[in-house]
């Protein structure tokens, strides 16, 4: 089973709308951490937010926000006002493990498939 | 230096020969990652160090694939005998041991086996 799951392959957003991308995860451990990278058409992985599954607080980084619902095993990003320089590839990912609560915690991430987001001007 | 600098940011290699890729961590950052990115897909995770413990090779596809990290810097990452699934982005990362979010990483070596 994927641990990761990324359902939608491409996405297309009006500039200044939100959109909000899907991540669903698989874990049995108690405590992991979760990531989201932006990749854009340059190749670099761009890192966005984080969420430790020990925190109640939705993680906030500027325009992106992370939905998290721990029940659900669900990470979703929301990225509001969109900009076109928001188009990129979208990747989530998980670190299992114990987790620090200052993110200090090292190993290595289980990436998702990722989802192409487009802003339309 | 300021980044993760991988080299070359190209190789293109015949089918058979050996290729090492090479990738320098941030200073002072004692965990580095190897991950292969396949054209259109996510990232695969391939080998881990951290520190002066051993090595988490879990991921790594196959005996012709090994990676060392010498005085808990500079990494190699050699690839044997290439075949033609090994045409990848195979990106390094770097982390701190403490107090890092996220991992920083570099540009990539992209690899293509003819």
């Known amino acids: 089973a994927q641990k990761i799951t990324q359902t939608q392959p491409g996405m297309f957003v009006q500039e200044k709308e939100a959109v909000t991308l899907d991540c669903t995860y698989d874990?049995?451990?108690?405590?992991?951490?979760l990531f989201w990278y932006k990749q854009p058409s340059s190749g670099e992985m761009i890192f966005l937010i984080y969420q430790g599954s020990y925190d109640e607080q939705n993680a906030t980084e500027g325009r992106y926000s992370l939905n998290f619902q721990k029940a659900r095993k669900s990470a979703n990003l929301v990225i509001s006002a969109s900009q076109l320089g928001d188009s990129a590839m979208y990747f989530c990912a998980m670190r299992e493990g114990l987790e620090k609560s200052d993110g200090g915690s090292q190993g290595n991430l289980i990436f998702g498939k990722g989802t192409k987001l487009s802003v339309k001007p | 230096g300021a980044g993760v600098s991988q080299s070359p940011s190209n190789k293109v290699t015949e089918k058979g020969k050996d290729v090492e890729l090479r990738c320098d961590p941030i200073s002072g950052h004692t965990a580095l990652y190897w991950y292969r990115q396949s054209l259109g897909q996510g990232l695969e995770f391939l080998i881990y160090f951290q520190g002066n413990s051993a090595p988490d090779k879990s991921g790594l596809p196959s005996d012709r694939f090994s990676a060392e990290r010498t005085g808990g810097s500079v990494s190699t990452l050699t690839i044997q005998r290439t075949q033609q699934e090994d045409s990848a982005v195979y990106l390094c990362a770097s982390s701190p041991a403490r107090g890092l979010y996220g991992y920083t990483f570099g540009s990539g070596t992209r690899l293509t086996v003819v």
């Open positions: 874990t049995s451990d108690q405590s992991y951490g």
